[in-house]
């Protein structure tokens, strides 16, 4: 069965430095895989994903994520990190089932807090 | 939060009560998912739809209901019998296509039990 793991509960980094949140992955077939942010008491906002082609991966807010298969890792990363961008981060896997309907699997999250 | 609204923002519920909660999308979607989400847990799946008329148990099913009736609507009804209902409630929907089938969510429903 697929599963993903986000290894550090909580991340601090300074304003402007640059951030990365840790995701590793296992899945038999091939990975397609998710990033979602989610400000306090909001729904998850959609960052980017992984389906297949370039190893990096361009999303919103100036977030990246590179994925590297003999790893199993889907990390996010931001060059310069905003006070702005403090928040909780998914990461997710879609789950190998029949239908249309493709389900995910999510981590447990990362807190993200950007100090200023 | 895209074209999904869930309500109420918040709602209360005394034992033994069933309660109603709201997801409607206007994005064209044909699959509509609920979450649950507790602290530290992520997010765990309780019914998805791929179609109208349609809908799978997820993985924590137990204790809650769903109907699909409409493209745009996918009510969720926490019964009596879901023990520990507090929790913050999320509904997603997405195009079921192959490969492009992103979930989008609504802001969320949270349910506390008084």
């Known amino acids: 069965a697929q599963s993903v793991a986000q290894p550090e509960d909580q991340v601090n980094v300074a304003e402007g430095n640059p951030l990365t949140v840790k995701c590793t992955y296992s899945?038999?077939?091939?990975?397609?895989l998710f990033w979602y942010v989610q400000y306090p008491n909001r729904g998850l906002q959609f960052l980017l994903k992984y389906i297949t082609g370039d190893n990096l991966v361009k999303g919103s807010y100036g977030f990246e994520a590179e994925f590297n298969k003999s790893q199993t890792s889907f990390h996010l990363k931001k060059p310069s990190a905003l006070v702005s961008d403090s928040a909780l981060y998914f990461c997710a896997v879609r789950r190998e089932t029949s239908g249309s309907a493709r389900q995910l699997t999510f981590g447990s999250g990362t807190q993200l807090t950007v100090l200023p | 939060d895209g074209g999904i609204t869930q309500s109420p923002k918040y709602l209360f519920r005394k034992e033994g009560q069933n309660v109603t909660l709201s997801c409607e999308q206007n994005l064209n979607h044909d699959a509509m998912y609920w979450y649950r989400q507790d602290p530290g847990q992520g997010l765990r799946l309780i019914y998805y739809s791929q179609i109208v008329n349609d809908f799978q148990k997820g993985d924590i099913a137990e204790g809650y209901s769903v109907s699909r009736e409409k493209k745009e609507s996918f009510p969720l009804t926490v019964t009596s019998a879901q023990k520990n209902p507090t929790a913050f409630y999320l509904c997603?929907?997405?195009?079921?296509?192959?490969?492009?089938?992103?979930?989008?969510f609504g802001p969320g429903t949270r349910l506390t039990v008084l």
């Open positions: 997603a929907s997405s195009e079921a296509s192959r490969l492009t089938d992103t979930q989008y």
């Open positions: 899945v038999s077939g091939n990975p397609y």
